[in-house]
Protein backbone atom coordinates (compact mmCIF):
# COMPACT_ATOMS: atom_id res chain seq x y z
CA UNK A 1 0.00 0.00 0.00
CA UNK A 2 1.00 3.61 -0.46
CA UNK A 3 1.80 6.27 1.95
CA UNK A 4 -1.79 8.02 1.19
CA UNK A 5 -3.14 4.59 1.70
CA UNK A 6 -2.41 4.23 5.06
CA UNK A 7 -2.69 7.66 5.72
CA UNK A 8 -6.44 6.90 5.03
CA UNK A 9 -6.75 3.99 7.30
CA UNK A 10 -4.91 5.74 10.08
CA UNK A 11 -7.25 8.78 9.65
CA UNK A 12 -10.18 6.81 9.60
CA UNK A 13 -9.30 4.59 12.77
CA UNK A 14 -8.46 7.86 14.49
CA UNK A 15 -12.03 9.37 13.53
CA UNK A 16 -13.86 6.02 14.55
CA UNK A 17 -11.68 5.70 18.02
CA UNK A 18 -12.15 9.89 19.08
CA UNK A 19 -15.85 10.04 18.05
CA UNK A 20 -17.03 6.81 19.65
CA UNK A 21 -14.89 7.92 23.22
CA UNK A 22 -17.30 10.80 22.63
CA UNK A 23 -19.71 9.36 23.14
CA UNK A 24 -18.84 8.07 26.82
CA UNK A 25 -20.52 11.55 28.24
CA UNK A 26 -23.94 9.56 27.65
CA UNK A 27 -22.86 6.76 29.11
CA UNK A 28 -23.15 7.85 32.77
CA UNK A 29 -25.41 4.76 34.14
CA UNK A 30 -25.61 1.17 33.45
CA UNK A 31 -29.32 2.03 31.74
CA UNK A 32 -27.17 4.41 29.35
CA UNK A 33 -24.30 1.83 28.43
CA UNK A 34 -26.24 -0.90 28.15
CA UNK A 35 -29.29 0.63 26.14
CA UNK A 36 -28.66 4.40 25.46
CA UNK A 37 -31.36 5.32 28.27
CA UNK A 38 -34.14 3.36 25.37
CA UNK A 39 -33.52 7.06 23.34
CA UNK A 40 -32.03 6.07 19.60
CA UNK A 41 -33.91 6.44 16.62
CA UNK A 42 -35.41 3.69 14.29
CA UNK A 43 -33.43 4.58 11.31
CA UNK A 44 -29.53 4.52 13.54
CA UNK A 45 -31.28 1.09 15.17
CA UNK A 46 -32.02 0.00 11.71
CA UNK A 47 -28.52 1.20 10.37
CA UNK A 48 -27.10 -0.92 13.30
CA UNK A 49 -28.68 -3.72 13.33
CA UNK A 50 -27.41 -4.22 9.59
CA UNK A 51 -24.32 -3.26 10.18
CA UNK A 52 -23.70 -5.86 12.84
CA UNK A 53 -24.63 -8.51 10.99
CA UNK A 54 -22.88 -7.32 7.64
CA UNK A 55 -19.20 -7.75 8.56
CA UNK A 56 -16.38 -8.05 6.75
CA UNK A 57 -17.12 -11.63 6.24
CA UNK A 58 -19.83 -10.45 4.25
CA UNK A 59 -17.65 -8.40 2.08
CA UNK A 60 -14.83 -11.30 2.15
CA UNK A 61 -16.28 -13.97 1.95
CA UNK A 62 -19.54 -13.10 0.27
CA UNK A 63 -18.47 -11.70 -2.71
CA UNK A 64 -15.26 -15.09 -3.14
CA UNK A 65 -18.39 -16.95 -2.85
CA UNK A 66 -20.26 -15.28 -5.47
CA UNK A 67 -16.92 -15.15 -7.63
CA UNK A 68 -16.87 -18.86 -7.36
CA UNK A 69 -21.07 -19.40 -7.32
CA UNK A 70 -22.51 -17.12 -8.37
CA UNK A 71 -25.76 -15.65 -6.57
CA UNK A 72 -26.86 -18.82 -5.13
CA UNK A 73 -26.27 -17.60 -1.62
CA UNK A 74 -28.75 -14.85 -1.81
CA UNK A 75 -31.15 -18.09 -0.84
CA UNK A 76 -29.54 -17.89 2.49
CA UNK A 77 -31.74 -14.58 3.47
CA UNK A 78 -35.23 -15.83 1.86
CA UNK A 79 -36.63 -16.18 4.80
CA UNK A 80 -35.64 -12.83 6.58
CA UNK A 81 -38.77 -10.70 5.60
CA UNK A 82 -41.08 -13.22 7.12
CA UNK A 83 -38.65 -13.67 10.03
CA UNK A 84 -38.97 -9.42 10.97
CA UNK A 85 -42.77 -9.55 10.44
CA UNK A 86 -42.89 -12.36 13.16
CA UNK A 87 -40.27 -10.97 15.51
CA UNK A 88 -42.64 -7.19 14.85
CA UNK A 89 -45.27 -9.03 16.32
CA UNK A 90 -44.19 -11.23 19.05
CA UNK A 91 -40.48 -10.29 20.15
CA UNK A 92 -40.29 -6.64 19.63
CA UNK A 93 -43.58 -6.03 22.31
CA UNK A 94 -42.49 -9.03 24.48
CA UNK A 95 -39.10 -7.78 25.28
CA UNK A 96 -39.96 -4.19 25.05
CA UNK A 97 -42.68 -4.60 27.71
CA UNK A 98 -40.81 -6.74 30.30
CA UNK A 99 -38.73 -3.80 30.67
CA UNK A 100 -35.42 -5.79 29.95
CA UNK A 101 -31.79 -5.53 29.71
CA UNK A 102 -31.23 -8.72 27.82
CA UNK A 103 -33.88 -11.53 26.35
CA UNK A 104 -32.58 -14.05 28.58
CA UNK A 105 -34.26 -12.01 31.70
CA UNK A 106 -37.34 -12.77 30.54
CA UNK A 107 -37.03 -16.53 30.51
CA UNK A 108 -36.57 -15.94 34.44
CA UNK A 109 -40.26 -14.76 34.73
CA UNK A 110 -41.45 -17.30 32.44
CA UNK A 111 -39.35 -20.25 33.68
CA UNK A 112 -36.52 -20.13 36.22
CA UNK A 113 -33.06 -19.22 36.76
CA UNK A 114 -31.52 -21.81 35.53
CA UNK A 115 -33.16 -21.36 32.15
CA UNK A 116 -32.14 -18.10 31.77
CA UNK A 117 -28.44 -19.05 32.80
CA UNK A 118 -28.00 -21.94 30.30
CA UNK A 119 -29.42 -19.91 27.17
CA UNK A 120 -26.95 -16.88 28.57
CA UNK A 121 -24.29 -18.93 28.60
CA UNK A 122 -25.16 -20.49 24.87
CA UNK A 123 -25.31 -17.16 23.78
CA UNK A 124 -21.90 -16.25 25.33
CA UNK A 125 -20.38 -19.03 23.95
CA UNK A 126 -21.65 -19.22 20.30
CA UNK A 127 -21.54 -15.26 20.05
CA UNK A 128 -18.00 -15.13 21.31
CA UNK A 129 -16.37 -17.82 18.99
CA UNK A 130 -18.46 -16.12 16.48
CA UNK A 131 -17.03 -13.03 17.13
CA UNK A 132 -13.19 -14.10 16.86
CA UNK A 133 -13.92 -15.68 13.45
CA UNK A 134 -15.20 -12.07 12.31
CA UNK A 135 -11.79 -10.66 14.01
CA UNK A 136 -10.02 -13.27 12.04
CA UNK A 137 -11.59 -12.85 8.35
CA UNK A 138 -9.94 -9.27 7.28
CA UNK A 139 -6.75 -10.11 9.21
CA UNK A 140 -6.06 -13.54 7.67
CA UNK A 141 -5.88 -12.38 4.38
CA UNK A 142 -4.54 -8.94 4.67
CA UNK A 143 -2.04 -10.06 6.48
CA UNK A 144 -1.10 -12.76 4.11
CA UNK A 145 -1.71 -10.27 1.01
CA UNK A 146 0.24 -7.52 1.87
CA UNK A 147 2.40 -9.04 4.25
CA UNK A 148 1.51 -7.62 7.25
CA UNK A 149 2.12 -9.00 10.72
CA UNK A 150 -1.25 -10.54 12.18
CA UNK A 151 -1.25 -9.76 15.20
CA UNK A 152 -1.46 -6.59 14.87
CA UNK A 153 -3.69 -6.52 12.16
CA UNK A 154 -5.96 -8.25 14.97
CA UNK A 155 -4.58 -5.96 17.50
CA UNK A 156 -5.60 -2.76 15.08
CA UNK A 157 -8.92 -4.23 15.17
CA UNK A 158 -9.93 -5.10 18.33
CA UNK A 159 -8.05 -2.50 20.54
CA UNK A 160 -10.23 0.04 18.36
CA UNK A 161 -13.53 -1.66 18.53
CA UNK A 162 -12.84 -2.57 22.34
CA UNK A 163 -11.90 1.37 23.46
CA UNK A 164 -15.12 2.95 22.02
CA UNK A 165 -17.03 0.26 23.15
CA UNK A 166 -15.57 0.05 26.72
CA UNK A 167 -16.34 3.97 26.73
CA UNK A 168 -19.41 4.87 25.02
CA UNK A 169 -21.38 1.69 25.40
CA UNK A 170 -24.44 0.97 22.96
CA UNK A 171 -24.43 4.98 21.90
CA UNK A 172 -21.64 4.78 20.86
CA UNK A 173 -21.56 1.38 18.69
CA UNK A 174 -24.71 2.48 17.36
CA UNK A 175 -23.27 5.68 15.93
CA UNK A 176 -20.13 4.18 14.89
CA UNK A 177 -22.07 1.82 13.37
CA UNK A 178 -24.20 4.00 11.30
CA UNK A 179 -20.79 6.34 10.02
CA UNK A 180 -18.81 2.83 9.60
CA UNK A 181 -22.07 1.35 7.00
CA UNK A 182 -21.55 4.43 5.16
CA UNK A 183 -17.82 3.54 4.48
CA UNK A 184 -18.80 0.64 3.40
CA UNK A 185 -20.93 1.51 0.92
CA UNK A 186 -18.88 4.45 -0.83
CA UNK A 187 -16.64 1.75 -0.80
CA UNK A 188 -18.39 -0.56 -2.66
CA UNK A 189 -19.70 1.20 -5.01
CA UNK A 190 -16.08 2.76 -5.75
CA UNK A 191 -15.21 -0.75 -6.18
CA UNK A 192 -17.98 -1.54 -8.97
CA UNK A 193 -17.71 1.87 -10.53
CA UNK A 194 -13.80 1.04 -11.13
CA UNK A 195 -14.65 -2.67 -12.28
CA UNK A 196 -17.28 -0.97 -14.93
CA UNK A 197 -14.59 1.20 -16.17
CA UNK A 198 -11.97 -1.45 -16.03
CA UNK A 199 -14.25 -3.84 -18.77
CA UNK A 200 -12.82 -3.57 -22.09
CA UNK A 201 -15.19 -1.42 -24.20
CA UNK A 202 -16.68 -4.15 -26.34
CA UNK A 203 -18.12 -5.98 -23.06
CA UNK A 204 -19.38 -3.20 -20.92
CA UNK A 205 -22.44 -4.63 -18.60
CA UNK A 206 -24.66 -6.02 -21.01
CA UNK A 207 -21.65 -8.24 -22.39
CA UNK A 208 -20.82 -8.63 -19.10
CA UNK A 209 -24.45 -10.07 -17.68
CA UNK A 210 -24.70 -11.91 -20.70
CA UNK A 211 -21.09 -14.02 -19.95
CA UNK A 212 -22.56 -14.09 -15.82
CA UNK A 213 -25.33 -15.88 -17.12
CA UNK A 214 -24.23 -18.09 -19.44
CA UNK A 215 -21.61 -19.07 -16.91
CA UNK A 216 -23.80 -19.85 -14.68
CA UNK A 217 -23.26 -17.00 -12.24
CA UNK A 218 -26.89 -15.52 -12.54
CA UNK A 219 -28.81 -18.59 -11.54
CA UNK A 220 -30.16 -17.19 -8.03
CA UNK A 221 -32.98 -19.99 -7.19
CA UNK A 222 -32.41 -23.78 -6.80
CA UNK A 223 -35.86 -25.34 -6.10
CA UNK A 224 -34.19 -28.70 -5.35
CA UNK A 225 -35.49 -30.07 -2.05
CA UNK A 226 -32.34 -31.49 -0.65
CA UNK A 227 -31.29 -31.24 3.20
CA UNK A 228 -27.47 -31.86 1.92
CA UNK A 229 -27.53 -28.46 0.00
CA UNK A 230 -26.87 -25.18 2.04
CA UNK A 231 -28.01 -22.89 -0.29
CA UNK A 232 -31.58 -23.92 -2.26
CA UNK A 233 -34.91 -22.59 -2.43
CA UNK A 234 -36.26 -24.64 0.88
CA UNK A 235 -33.36 -24.29 2.39
CA UNK A 236 -33.23 -20.47 2.64
CA UNK A 237 -37.61 -20.41 3.47
CA UNK A 238 -37.29 -22.78 5.70
CA UNK A 239 -34.08 -23.19 7.23
CA UNK A 240 -33.13 -19.34 6.79
CA UNK A 241 -36.32 -18.44 8.50
CA UNK A 242 -35.63 -20.55 11.43
CA UNK A 243 -31.91 -19.22 11.50
CA UNK A 244 -32.70 -15.24 11.27
CA UNK A 245 -35.74 -15.77 13.96
CA UNK A 246 -33.42 -17.11 16.01
CA UNK A 247 -30.48 -14.35 15.29
CA UNK A 248 -32.65 -11.55 15.64
CA UNK A 249 -35.04 -12.94 18.13
CA UNK A 250 -32.77 -14.18 20.65
CA UNK A 251 -29.49 -13.18 19.95
CA UNK A 252 -28.64 -10.27 22.47
CA UNK A 253 -26.44 -8.36 19.88
CA UNK A 254 -29.76 -8.51 17.99
CA UNK A 255 -32.25 -7.82 20.15
CA UNK A 256 -30.31 -4.83 22.47
CA UNK A 257 -30.54 -2.74 19.42
CA UNK A 258 -34.33 -2.57 19.38
CA UNK A 259 -34.46 -2.48 22.97
CA UNK A 260 -32.49 1.02 23.01
CA UNK A 261 -35.31 2.32 20.66
CA UNK A 262 -37.06 5.20 21.64
CA UNK A 263 -40.32 3.33 21.80
CA UNK A 264 -42.02 -0.07 20.73
CA UNK A 265 -43.03 1.24 17.17
CA UNK A 266 -39.71 2.95 16.36
CA UNK A 267 -38.33 -0.56 17.00
CA UNK A 268 -40.57 -2.60 14.67
CA UNK A 269 -39.73 0.30 12.32
CA UNK A 270 -35.95 -0.70 12.70
CA UNK A 271 -36.82 -4.37 11.58
CA UNK A 272 -38.72 -3.27 8.93
CA UNK A 273 -35.93 -1.49 7.27
CA UNK A 274 -33.52 -4.62 7.56
CA UNK A 275 -36.46 -6.86 6.10
CA UNK A 276 -36.92 -3.84 3.19
CA UNK A 277 -33.20 -3.61 2.30
CA UNK A 278 -30.97 -6.90 3.50
CA UNK A 279 -31.54 -8.81 0.27
CA UNK A 280 -31.01 -6.21 -2.42
CA UNK A 281 -28.05 -5.07 -0.10
CA UNK A 282 -26.78 -8.78 -0.22
CA UNK A 283 -27.34 -8.84 -3.61
CA UNK A 284 -25.43 -5.65 -4.41
CA UNK A 285 -22.57 -7.00 -2.79
CA UNK A 286 -22.62 -10.85 -4.46
CA UNK A 287 -23.39 -8.72 -7.99
CA UNK A 288 -19.92 -7.08 -6.98
CA UNK A 289 -18.00 -10.72 -6.50
CA UNK A 290 -19.90 -11.85 -9.92
CA UNK A 291 -18.31 -8.77 -11.77
CA UNK A 292 -14.69 -9.79 -10.47
CA UNK A 293 -15.19 -13.40 -12.04
CA UNK A 294 -16.54 -11.45 -15.73
CA UNK A 295 -13.05 -8.82 -14.98
CA UNK A 296 -10.98 -12.30 -14.74
CA UNK A 297 -12.07 -13.48 -17.88
CA UNK A 298 -10.07 -10.49 -19.34
CA UNK A 299 -6.97 -9.81 -17.11
CA UNK A 300 -5.40 -13.04 -16.55
CA UNK A 301 -6.35 -14.16 -12.50
CA UNK A 302 -3.90 -16.16 -10.16
CA UNK A 303 -4.01 -19.61 -10.11
CA UNK A 304 -4.25 -19.52 -6.18
CA UNK A 305 -5.64 -16.38 -4.84
CA UNK A 306 -3.47 -16.43 -1.38
CA UNK A 307 -0.49 -15.03 -2.53
CA UNK A 308 1.93 -16.72 0.12
CA UNK A 309 0.65 -19.97 -1.04
CA UNK A 310 1.05 -19.39 -4.42
CA UNK A 311 4.63 -18.37 -3.37
CA UNK A 312 5.42 -21.62 -1.70
CA UNK A 313 3.83 -23.87 -4.55
CA UNK A 314 6.45 -21.95 -6.76
CA UNK A 315 9.17 -22.73 -4.64
CA UNK A 316 8.61 -25.56 -2.40
CA UNK A 317 8.65 -29.57 -2.99
CA UNK A 318 5.39 -29.20 -5.40
CA UNK A 319 6.81 -26.90 -7.86
CA UNK A 320 6.67 -29.30 -10.76
CA UNK A 321 3.48 -30.15 -10.51
CA UNK A 322 2.35 -26.60 -10.31
CA UNK A 323 4.30 -25.40 -12.94
CA UNK A 324 1.97 -28.04 -15.36
CA UNK A 325 -1.05 -26.88 -13.85
CA UNK A 326 -0.03 -22.61 -14.31
CA UNK A 327 0.68 -23.85 -17.96
CA UNK A 328 -2.61 -25.37 -18.68
CA UNK A 329 -4.53 -22.93 -16.06
CA UNK A 330 -3.20 -20.43 -18.58
CA UNK A 331 -3.73 -22.23 -21.84
CA UNK A 332 -7.41 -22.84 -20.71
CA UNK A 333 -7.72 -18.55 -19.89
CA UNK A 334 -6.46 -17.55 -23.30
CA UNK A 335 -8.87 -19.98 -24.85
CA UNK A 336 -12.03 -18.83 -22.85
CA UNK A 337 -11.03 -14.96 -23.25
CA UNK A 338 -10.68 -15.18 -26.70
CA UNK A 339 -13.75 -17.40 -26.84
CA UNK A 340 -15.30 -14.45 -24.35
CA UNK A 341 -14.85 -11.99 -26.92
CA UNK A 342 -15.78 -14.12 -29.80
CA UNK A 343 -18.96 -15.20 -27.98
CA UNK A 344 -20.34 -11.28 -27.47
CA UNK A 345 -19.89 -10.73 -31.90
CA UNK A 346 -21.79 -13.67 -32.37
CA UNK A 347 -25.87 -14.52 -33.07
CA UNK A 348 -28.13 -17.05 -34.24
CA UNK A 349 -26.79 -20.69 -33.79
CA UNK A 350 -23.07 -19.49 -33.51
CA UNK A 351 -23.53 -17.78 -30.73
CA UNK A 352 -25.31 -20.91 -29.15
CA UNK A 353 -22.51 -23.14 -30.34
CA UNK A 354 -20.07 -20.41 -28.86
CA UNK A 355 -21.82 -20.16 -25.56
CA UNK A 356 -21.58 -24.27 -25.65
CA UNK A 357 -17.73 -24.21 -25.84
CA UNK A 358 -17.28 -21.42 -23.26
CA UNK A 359 -19.35 -23.22 -20.61
CA UNK A 360 -17.09 -26.29 -21.15
CA UNK A 361 -13.51 -24.39 -21.14
CA UNK A 362 -15.19 -22.50 -17.75
CA UNK A 363 -16.06 -26.13 -16.50
CA UNK A 364 -12.45 -27.14 -17.43
CA UNK A 365 -10.87 -23.67 -16.00
CA UNK A 366 -12.84 -24.61 -12.80
CA UNK A 367 -11.18 -28.10 -12.52
CA UNK A 368 -7.70 -26.74 -12.88
CA UNK A 369 -7.98 -24.48 -10.24
CA UNK A 370 -9.54 -27.22 -7.83
CA UNK A 371 -6.39 -29.28 -8.92
CA UNK A 372 -4.10 -26.27 -7.48
CA UNK A 373 -6.06 -26.18 -4.56
CA UNK A 374 -5.63 -29.91 -3.48
CA UNK A 375 -1.69 -29.39 -3.95
CA UNK A 376 -2.03 -26.57 -1.62
CA UNK A 377 -4.04 -28.75 0.55
CA UNK A 378 -1.64 -31.54 0.68
CA UNK A 379 1.54 -28.96 1.01
CA UNK A 380 0.20 -26.79 4.03
CA UNK A 381 -2.05 -29.90 5.04
CA UNK A 382 -5.01 -27.95 5.13
CA UNK A 383 -8.36 -30.41 5.20
CA UNK A 384 -10.37 -29.01 1.52
CA UNK A 385 -8.96 -25.77 1.10
CA UNK A 386 -10.77 -22.99 0.01
CA UNK A 387 -8.59 -20.00 -1.11
CA UNK A 388 -12.49 -18.05 -1.32
CA UNK A 389 -11.71 -15.23 1.55
CA UNK A 390 -8.81 -14.52 -0.76
CA UNK A 391 -10.29 -13.41 -3.82
CA UNK A 392 -11.69 -10.04 -3.54
CA UNK A 393 -9.03 -8.60 -1.69
CA UNK A 394 -6.79 -9.69 -3.90
CA UNK A 395 -8.77 -7.81 -6.31
CA UNK A 396 -8.62 -4.56 -4.94
CA UNK A 397 -5.28 -4.57 -3.39
CA UNK A 398 -4.20 -5.49 -7.19
CA UNK A 399 -6.27 -3.44 -9.24
CA UNK A 400 -7.37 -0.26 -7.63
CA UNK A 401 -5.62 2.93 -7.78
CA UNK A 402 -3.48 4.55 -4.78
CA UNK A 403 -5.95 6.11 -2.57
CA UNK A 404 -9.03 3.59 -2.75
CA UNK A 405 -7.24 0.52 -2.13
CA UNK A 406 -6.93 2.43 1.25
CA UNK A 407 -10.35 3.06 1.32
CA UNK A 408 -11.22 -0.98 0.76
CA UNK A 409 -9.40 -1.93 3.12
CA UNK A 410 -10.78 0.84 5.80
CA UNK A 411 -13.99 -0.20 4.69
CA UNK A 412 -12.88 -4.25 5.74
CA UNK A 413 -11.80 -2.58 8.99
CA UNK A 414 -15.35 -0.62 8.94
CA UNK A 415 -17.06 -3.99 8.57
CA UNK A 416 -15.13 -5.60 10.62
CA UNK A 417 -14.85 -3.21 13.49
CA UNK A 418 -19.09 -2.63 13.40
CA UNK A 419 -19.90 -6.21 13.98
CA UNK A 420 -16.89 -6.38 16.68
CA UNK A 421 -18.51 -4.04 18.64
CA UNK A 422 -21.65 -4.50 18.96
CA UNK A 423 -20.93 -8.17 19.56
CA UNK A 424 -18.73 -7.00 22.64
CA UNK A 425 -21.54 -4.97 23.97
CA UNK A 426 -23.71 -7.46 23.74
CA UNK A 427 -21.54 -9.93 25.30
CA UNK A 428 -21.07 -7.51 28.04
CA UNK A 429 -24.79 -7.22 28.57
CA UNK A 430 -25.30 -10.28 28.60
CA UNK A 431 -22.38 -11.11 31.43
CA UNK A 432 -23.05 -8.70 33.91
CA UNK A 433 -26.93 -9.09 33.72
CA UNK A 434 -27.33 -12.96 33.63
CA UNK A 435 -24.68 -13.80 35.29
CA UNK A 436 -22.37 -11.47 37.70
CA UNK A 437 -25.48 -9.52 38.88
CA UNK A 438 -28.03 -11.91 39.33
CA UNK A 439 -25.63 -14.83 40.78
CA UNK A 440 -22.12 -13.24 41.88
CA UNK A 441 -23.01 -9.76 43.24
CA UNK A 442 -26.82 -8.79 43.26
CA UNK A 443 -26.89 -6.13 45.58
CA UNK A 444 -24.27 -3.76 44.65
CA UNK A 445 -24.69 -0.10 42.67
CA UNK A 446 -25.37 1.30 39.57
CA UNK A 447 -22.01 2.10 39.49
CA UNK A 448 -20.50 -0.98 40.02
CA UNK A 449 -22.44 -2.79 37.44
CA UNK A 450 -21.58 0.07 34.77
CA UNK A 451 -17.65 -0.50 35.71
CA UNK A 452 -18.13 -4.41 35.85
CA UNK A 453 -19.97 -4.03 31.73
CA UNK A 454 -16.67 -1.89 30.61
CA UNK A 455 -14.42 -4.66 32.48
CA UNK A 456 -16.47 -7.40 30.54
CA UNK A 457 -16.20 -5.30 27.40
CA UNK A 458 -12.07 -5.58 27.87
CA UNK A 459 -12.44 -9.46 29.01
CA UNK A 460 -14.61 -10.51 25.30
CA UNK A 461 -12.09 -8.46 23.21
CA UNK A 462 -9.24 -10.23 24.71
CA UNK A 463 -11.33 -13.47 24.44
CA UNK A 464 -12.44 -13.01 20.95
CA UNK A 465 -8.85 -11.93 19.43
CA UNK A 466 -7.73 -15.07 20.72
CA UNK A 467 -10.03 -16.89 18.88
CA UNK A 468 -9.24 -15.14 15.30
CA UNK A 469 -5.60 -16.77 15.79
CA UNK A 470 -7.46 -19.96 15.13
CA UNK A 471 -10.40 -19.20 13.15
CA UNK A 472 -8.81 -18.84 9.87
CA UNK A 473 -8.01 -22.39 8.89
CA UNK A 474 -11.43 -23.54 9.00
CA UNK A 475 -12.75 -22.85 5.91
CA UNK A 476 -15.16 -20.43 3.35
CA UNK A 477 -15.44 -18.08 6.50
CA UNK A 478 -19.11 -16.73 5.72
CA UNK A 479 -20.25 -20.37 6.43
CA UNK A 480 -17.78 -20.78 9.53
CA UNK A 481 -19.62 -17.81 11.29
CA UNK A 482 -23.07 -19.01 10.29
CA UNK A 483 -22.12 -22.46 11.56
CA UNK A 484 -21.18 -21.38 14.83
CA UNK A 485 -24.45 -19.64 15.45
CA UNK A 486 -26.23 -23.16 13.99
CA UNK A 487 -25.46 -25.06 16.64
CA UNK A 488 -26.91 -22.93 19.29
CA UNK A 489 -29.44 -20.92 17.44
CA UNK A 490 -32.21 -23.36 17.26
CA UNK A 491 -32.41 -24.41 20.18
CA UNK A 492 -32.19 -20.70 21.78
CA UNK A 493 -35.20 -19.99 19.46
CA UNK A 494 -36.96 -23.23 20.65
CA UNK A 495 -36.87 -22.12 24.40
CA UNK A 496 -38.27 -18.65 23.43
CA UNK A 497 -41.01 -20.64 21.11
CA UNK A 498 -41.95 -21.78 24.45
CA UNK A 499 -42.10 -18.89 26.61
CA UNK A 500 -44.31 -16.86 23.99
CA UNK A 501 -46.69 -19.84 22.84
CA UNK A 502 -46.95 -21.95 25.71
CA UNK A 503 -48.19 -20.96 28.95
CA UNK A 504 -48.44 -24.37 30.10
CA UNK A 505 -44.76 -25.59 29.80
CA UNK A 506 -42.97 -26.28 32.90
CA UNK A 507 -39.25 -24.78 33.36
CA UNK A 508 -38.00 -28.10 33.63
CA UNK A 509 -39.09 -29.22 30.30
CA UNK A 510 -37.70 -25.80 28.86
CA UNK A 511 -34.43 -26.23 30.19
CA UNK A 512 -33.82 -30.25 29.73
CA UNK A 513 -35.42 -29.72 26.25
CA UNK A 514 -33.13 -26.68 25.64
CA UNK A 515 -30.41 -29.35 26.70
CA UNK A 516 -31.68 -31.60 24.37
CA UNK A 517 -31.72 -29.61 21.55
CA UNK A 518 -28.18 -28.39 21.45
CA UNK A 519 -27.30 -32.44 21.73
CA UNK A 520 -29.01 -33.15 19.10
CA UNK A 521 -27.59 -30.68 16.87
CA UNK A 522 -24.48 -32.06 18.13
CA UNK A 523 -25.01 -35.97 17.21
CA UNK A 524 -26.04 -34.82 13.66
CA UNK A 525 -22.97 -32.47 13.02
CA UNK A 526 -20.61 -35.65 14.39
CA UNK A 527 -22.40 -38.72 12.45
CA UNK A 528 -20.52 -39.73 9.74
CA UNK A 529 -22.64 -40.97 7.48
CA UNK A 530 -25.34 -38.05 7.79
CA UNK A 531 -24.93 -35.09 5.73
CA UNK A 532 -27.30 -32.50 6.43
CA UNK A 533 -26.87 -28.76 5.49
CA UNK A 534 -26.38 -26.50 8.85
CA UNK A 535 -29.26 -24.09 7.64
CA UNK A 536 -31.26 -27.57 8.96
CA UNK A 537 -29.98 -27.68 12.22
CA UNK A 538 -31.91 -24.43 13.29
CA UNK A 539 -35.14 -26.45 12.28
CA UNK A 540 -33.85 -29.29 13.98
CA UNK A 541 -32.76 -27.90 17.45
CA UNK A 542 -36.51 -25.69 17.74
CA UNK A 543 -38.47 -28.54 16.82
CA UNK A 544 -36.52 -31.32 19.27
CA UNK A 545 -36.50 -28.26 21.76
CA UNK A 546 -40.39 -27.91 21.66
CA UNK A 547 -41.14 -31.30 21.56
CA UNK A 548 -39.38 -32.67 24.87
CA UNK A 549 -40.03 -30.19 26.55
CA UNK A 550 -43.86 -30.67 25.65
CA UNK A 551 -43.37 -34.33 27.11
CA UNK A 552 -41.29 -33.65 29.73
CA UNK A 553 -43.65 -30.76 31.22
CA UNK A 554 -46.66 -33.43 30.63
CA UNK A 555 -44.67 -36.09 32.88
CA UNK A 556 -44.16 -33.65 35.36
CA UNK A 557 -47.04 -32.24 35.65
CA UNK A 558 -49.47 -35.37 34.96
CA UNK A 559 -47.48 -38.62 35.65
CA UNK A 560 -46.15 -36.94 38.76
CA UNK A 561 -41.90 -37.80 37.80
CA UNK A 562 -41.23 -34.77 39.88
CA UNK A 563 -42.38 -36.58 43.27
Known amino acids: MSILDWIIVGLYLTYITYTGVSASRGAKSLDDFLLAGRSLPWWAVGLSVMATQMSAITLIGTTGKAYEDGLRFIQFYFGLPLAMLILCVTAVPFFR ?120 RLEAV ?29 DQSQVQRYLAAKTEAESRRSLLLNAVLKIPLQLIILFLGVLVFIFYQFEKPPLIFHSQYEDALKH ?18 NARRELAITLLNEKGKNRLLAEQEYTRLSKRHSEIRQKALAVVSRQQKLPDYSDVNYIFPRFFLTQLPIGLVGLMVAAVFAAAMSSISSELNALAASSVIDIYRRHLKPEESDAHYLRASRLATLFWGVFTCVVAFYAGKLGALIEVVNQFGSYFYGSLLGVFVLAICFKHVSSSGAFWGLILGVLSVAVI ?33 YLGFDK
Open 97 to 216: RAKVYTAYEYLERRFDAKTRTLTSACFLISRGLSCGVIIAAPSIVLSSLLSWNELWIIAAMGITAVIYSMFGGVRAVTWADVRQMAVVLVGLFTCAFVLYLKLPQQVGISGAVHLASVSG
Open 222 to 250: DTRFSLKETYTLWSGLIGGLFLMLSYFGC
Open 525 to 557: DMAPNLEISFLWYNVVGTLVVVVSALVISFCVS
Open 316 to 333: GEFREEYSLLDAEFDSSW
